[in-house]
């Protein structure tokens, strides 16, 4: 069973920065690709950034030019520097993983979320 723990989040004042980190466990030959996604209070899950296994990286339009995603494979774990932030970043943010399991299966798998909250 593979498993992803996120932490990292909490209140921040607008214009501060937090660091999220999402680790994976369990039987993992390897992480084809990783994601941060966000889901604010009544709205649906959005993509915030994404990272392959060779580091190439994508970013929603919110994100771009403040956030940056990268990860640790020795580690099995992943980064996201959130700088700037406003309170519209205010969520729970949830990571995201398509692994390649020690019984060769792929699996798509969710964290179960670290809340951030943007406000003075």
């Known amino acids: 069973q593979v498993q992803l723990v996120e932490s990292g989040g909490g209140l921040v004042q607008p214009g501060g920065s937090l660091r999220l980190s999402c680790a994976a466990s369990g039987s993992i030959l390897s992480m084809d690709a990783m994601g941060w996604y966000r889901q604010a209070p009544g709205k649906q899950r959005d993509l915030v950034a994404t990272i392959t296994s060779s580091s190439r990286t994508n970013y929603a339009d919110p994100a771009k030019g403040r956030f940056t995603i990268s990860g640790d494979n020795a580690k099995n774990t992943m980064y996201l520097q959130m700088n700037s932030l406003n309170p519209e970043d205010t969520a729970v943010y949830y990571c995201?993983?398509?692994?390649?399991?020690?019984?060769?299966?792929?699996?798509?798998?969710w964290g179960q979320g670290t809340l951030v909250t943007v406000s003075s």
């Open positions: 995201n993983a398509v692994v390649t399991t020690g019984q060769y299966r792929r699996l798509a798998v």
